[in-house]
């Protein structure tokens, strides 16, 4: 009787109001009868066809009986409470039915035999936290073919007891619930990631999953959206997958999938909400989302304007102590403001053209402007054989960036009369570009000091770029038996990304800029990945297991296009192409898992993974846009491929407690990694230091992560995560790489409920002294700290470390109105202003402490008002395979040049 009770808590908190369901229900063709009840969420739908044609029958009466009891004489009786006559489809649509009861189904036509079959819904408690799908699909039955027989012949009756497969909470998974995060209302997807177990954000938004670059998804599909260009407030939420399967996309070896879940058709009906905010620097924000149900269309939209300002002060002390030109010490202090907009827009359209095939669309479109500026102080002791040289620079740089994004997904779902087997297709296409432009003014005093010491240097930069990305895939998903399950599909994905990149140098600031055509460049690339998988599934008894194998060949190509010198004089075009092919790679998948004693299990996978070079990785423009910090692609790299295990155990406890604890070790060969080379400037023939890619012998990752939730008292929950792990890079001799170093990561969430309609969240983190990431974090994608010079984010690579860092953030939540449809949420972040950014690199020529911190001890206040009426009825019609199950396609951590460089900071 308790779990009745918490279910019926559970379903009835999807109301959006606690008003009760309109009476008039039936079907969708207008020509039923229903009734109004509380709770009446549940839907019956189906199709009766002839038995011998297997059409669909017209004109046959279908009703829903069930037992109740009267009043006035005191006994059970028969009561109609949804009914209707089929179209000429034979299909039928009981809607806004009583969840909890038995029921019977009686159809009904002249000159065939009457059917009457026991149906009810499947109301069981989620088995794990956070699967509040199978409560949706547990109220939305599809009862499959009824089949009408024209002779006399009494059919015995049938307890329908089928239910759709359901997307579990478990070992290989985890579920984060942004409607629960009251500290991210009002800020971005990197503000939802910072409180996401197992992953690390650091002050610049860079995501790592155990620390490695995660493959980051939006509704299970590639993308060039970063994640702060996506609002928190539309995110439902967001999956957590370290070890993926052969279902999914090979790319992300060395970490996992995140995959956000935006909102929609979560509350089926009409309904919606409205949202506004203002932080402390008067920046304002405001939004809502709309979602109607009427007939056979759904119609969802969602809109977000946000304002951002950010402020980032930091310091870099580096050594350089190798005689290319002569060691020197040099001292940078670097004051970054980040002032800008985004707007975000989404719309889509379901149209149910019968009970069990839906056409769904999506687009959403993004358009931002964002103008950071940076002051720099550099101060420089050049020390020579003969004495010591020591000089000023005060630098100004002011840049401005806007990106557009536009894109759509076009998807088709059909559903079979047997439960769970299901056909799905979609398309999908997404279309970022940005233009950029950079005023460095350099103000070089030779002598600290002495004016007459005193030259300019002045340097303009414009860039420009777009990145198309567009899959297709389809998916098939046959059960074979009540536990056994086989599924296949296959997919292709097509990224094009051009950039132009020009560089104009002012010597001296009287005279116009002047292109250098060696320093600048047009790019153009292309790739192709083509796939196919099969998996298969199967339970005996306690013991479940799940096969797969994935097949995967990709290639890719591009060209750059330059200015050198030519031998005979002047300036010369150069092309440089280059390509490559890879042949059909498989990626085999094996899950095992074994429940022990009812409340506890125990898993063991493996999977075969791939790490393809990405645009900036493969990109082979070097970029002299900064002296100090020169960066080039190499298109020679490789791809990385990762073999990963997991062992993990779950154990749930008395009082909603539950434990998971992983052992994970990861071993990638051909590690892409950071790495810094020796080479000539083009312009001054002086040897410098380049940033680069290269393929290293190989690496390891192992550790165990411990993740609870914890029921203290009825009023406060605590969900903590813990991350003990190691690395190794296996290099050349030639090659300096940061010894092996054990690392811990920590995060803690406690939730109270206060009274008079208060909640509180505190969440706090801290991490370790950690190797930097061998091939870069997840970059979210907007301009990052100090922008020039070394104020900005370092890249992780083979030669480095981050010092210990961490911090607390708090938010205070009041709901107020009828059934708590309003709300005023007051957020602070890095109470205690210690979360920084501190980063040691050393290298064969210098050692590098570049530290940061960035809008400590930050406010934000938001209001949120949400309206509507709850149905369940489209939940299964839509294809959600992307959204829930599915994840395909892909995008490498970061983002191309069109995905819209220069997006808000945190």
């Known amino acids: 009787m308790r779990k009745i009770w918490l279910l019926f808590l559970i379903v009835a908190g999807f109301h959006t109001s606690r008003a009760q369901m309109p009476g008039a229900g039936g079907g969708r063709q207008g020509r039923g009868l229903g009734t109004g009840q509380g709770a009446n969420m549940g839907h019956f739908y189906g199709k009766i066809v002839d038995a011998k044609t297997n059409k669909g029958m017209d004109g046959v009466s279908v009703q829903l009986i069930q037992s109740k009891f009267d009043t006035v004489t005191r006994k059970r009786r028969d009561t109609v409470i949804a009914g209707?006559?089929?179209?000429?489809?034979?299909?039928?649509?009981?809607?806004?039915?009583?969840?909890?009861?038995?029921?019977?189904?009686?159809?009904?036509?002249?000159?065939?035999?009457?059917?009457?079959?026991?149906?009810?819904?499947?109301?069981?408690?989620?088995?794990?936290?956070?699967?509040?799908?199978?409560?949706?699909?547990?109220?939305?039955?599809?009862?499959?073919?009824?089949?009408?027989?024209?002779?006399?012949?009494?059919?015995?009756?049938?307890?329908?007891?089928?239910?759709?497969?359901?997307?579990?909470?478990?070992?290989?998974?985890?579920?984060?619930?942004?409607e629960k995060d009251i500290s991210a209302t009002g800020g971005t997807g990197v503000d939802v990631m910072k409180n996401v177990p197992s992953v690390q954000v650091d002050i610049d938004g860079n995501v790592t999953l155990r620390n490695s670059a995660p493959t980051i998804f939006v509704d299970g599909r590639p993308t060039s959206l970063t994640l702060d260009q996506i609002p928190a407030d539309a995110i439902q939420s967001v999956e957590i997958i370290t070890n993926p399967g052969a279902k999914y996309d090979a790319s992300g070896g060395t970490s996992g999938i995140l995959n956000i879940v935006l909102k929609k058709n979560r509350k089926a009906g009409y309904n919606g909400n409205v949202r506004a905010g203002i932080d402390q620097r008067g920046k304002f924000n405001g939004g809502g989302d709309i979602n109607v149900k009427q007939g056979k269309f759904n119609v969802f939209a969602n809109a977000f304007y946000n304002q951002r300002k950010s402020i980032s002060p930091g310091t870099t002390d580096r050594i350089t102590f190798d005689n290319i030109s002569a060691s020197n010490n040099l001292h940078q202090s670097d004051y970054n403001v980040n002032k800008g907009h985004f707007l975000f827009g989404r719309f889509g359209i379901d149209y149910l053209m019968d009970n069990r095939n839906t056409l769904s669309f999506a687009g959403n479109i993004v358009h931002g402007s964002f103008t950071p500026y940076t002051n720099s102080d550099l101060y420089v002791d050049t020390l020579y054989p003969s004495g010591t040289l020591s000089s000023y620079t005060r630098r100004i740089s002011n840049s401005n960036s806007d990106f557009k994004n536009h894109g759509g997904l076009l998807s088709y779902k059909h559903t079979f009369p047997r439960s769970g087997e299901e056909l799905t297709a979609d398309v999908n296409y997404s279309k970022g570009t940005n233009t950029n432009y950079n005023l460095v003014n350099s103000d070089i005093y030779n002598v600290k000091g002495d004016p007459a010491s005193l030259h300019y240097f002045n340097q303009q930069q414009t860039g420009s770029g777009t990145n198309e990305y567009t899959t297709g895939q389809v998916d098939f998903t046959n059960p074979i038996t009540e536990k056994s399950k086989f599924e296949t599909g296959a997919r292709i994905a097509a990224r094009n990304i051009s950039n132009l990149n020009d560089i104009y140098y002012q010597v001296p600031p009287d005279k116009a800029f002047i292109i250098q055509p060696p320093l600048s460049s047009l790019y153009h690339y292309q790739d192709r990945v083509y796939a196919a998988y099969v998996t298969y599934s199967n339970a005996i008894k306690d013991f479940g297991f799940n096969l797969g194998l994935r097949g995967e060949s990709s290639n890719y190509k591009g060209n750059d296009k330059t200015e050198v010198k030519n031998p005979a004089g002047g300036l010369m075009d150069s092309i440089g192409y280059y390509s490559n092919k890879y042949p059909i790679s498989l990626f085999p998948s094996v899950f095992l898992s074994q429940k022990l004693n009812g409340d506890q299990d125990l898993s063991l996978n493996y999977t075969r993974r791939i790490d393809r070079p990405n645009f900036f990785q493969l990109f082979p423009f070097t970029d002299y846009s900064d002296s100090l910090n020169l960066s080039r692609g190499n298109p020679n790299l490789k791809p990385q491929f990762t073999n990963s295990f997991e062992l993990a155990y779950q154990k749930n406890f008395k009082g909603n407690n539950t434990l998971l604890a992983s052992l994970y070790y990861k071993n990638t060969t051909d590690l892409i990694t950071r790495y810094q080379s020796k080479e000539k400037n083009p312009l001054t023939d002086s040897l410098v230091y380049i940033n680069t890619y290269i393929n290293a012998n190989s690496s390891f990752v192992g550790g165990l992560e411990l993740i609870g939730r914890n029921t203290i008292t009825n009023w406060w929950d605590i969900t903590s995560n813990i991350n003990i792990f190691t690395s190794k890079i296996s290099a050349s001799d030639s090659i300096v790489t940061a010894k092996q170093t054990y690392s811990w990561f920590g995060k803690i969430n406690n939730s109270f409920k206060l009274p008079r309609n208060f909640s509180l969240q505190i969440t706090g983190d801290y991490t370790s002294k950690t190797v930097l990431p061998p091939g870069g974090s997840a970059n979210n994608g907007g301009s990052q700290g100090?922008?020039?010079?070394?104020?900005?984010?370092?890249?992780?690579?083979?030669?480095?470390?981050?010092?210990?860092?961490?911090?607390?953030?708090?938010?205070?939540?009041?709901?107020?109105?009828?059934?708590?449809?309003?709300?005023?949420?007051?957020?602070?972040?890095?109470?205690?202003?210690?979360?920084?950014?501190?980063?040691?690199?050393?290298?064969?020529?210098?050692?590098?402490?570049?530290?940061?911190?960035?809008?400590?001890?930050?406010?934000?206040?938001?209001?949120?008002?949400?309206?509507?009426?709850?149905?369940?009825?489209?939940?299964?019609?839509?294809?959600?395979?992307?959204?829930?199950?599915?994840?395909?396609?892909?995008?490498?951590?970061?983002?191309?040049?069109?995905?819209?460089?220069?997006?808000?900071?945190?």
């Open 84 to 178: 209707m006559i089929t179209g000429r489809k034979g299909e039928f649509s009981l809607e806004n039915l009583p969840v909890f009861g038995n029921f019977r189904l009686k159809i009904t036509t002249i000159g065939y035999a009457t059917i009457e079959q026991k149906v009810a819904f499947e109301m069981k408690m989620p088995s794990k936290d956070g699967d509040m799908q199978q409560a949706l699909n547990a109220v939305d039955k599809d009862l499959g073919n009824i089949k009408l027989s024209a002779d006399a012949q009494t059919l015995g009756e049938v307890t329908v007891t089928a239910s759709k497969p359901l997307l579990q909470m478990g070992v290989d998974r985890k579920i984060y619930n942004v």
């Open 786 to 906: 100090g922008g020039r010079g070394f104020g900005g984010t370092v890249s992780g690579n083979s030669q480095g470390y981050t010092k210990p860092s961490g911090g607390v953030d708090a938010a205070l939540k009041y709901e107020f109105l009828k059934a708590k449809a309003a709300s005023l949420t007051l957020s602070v972040s890095d109470i205690f202003r210690t979360r920084v950014s501190d980063v040691y690199t050393t290298t064969e020529g210098f050692t590098q402490d570049a530290f940061r911190r960035r809008d400590p001890q930050f406010f934000r206040l938001q209001f949120n008002w949400r309206f509507g009426k709850f149905d369940t009825a489209l939940f299964k019609r839509k294809n959600l395979k992307g959204e829930m199950e599915n994840i395909q396609g892909g995008m490498q951590g970061g983002q191309g040049p069109g995905g819209g460089g220069g997006g808000p900071q945190n």
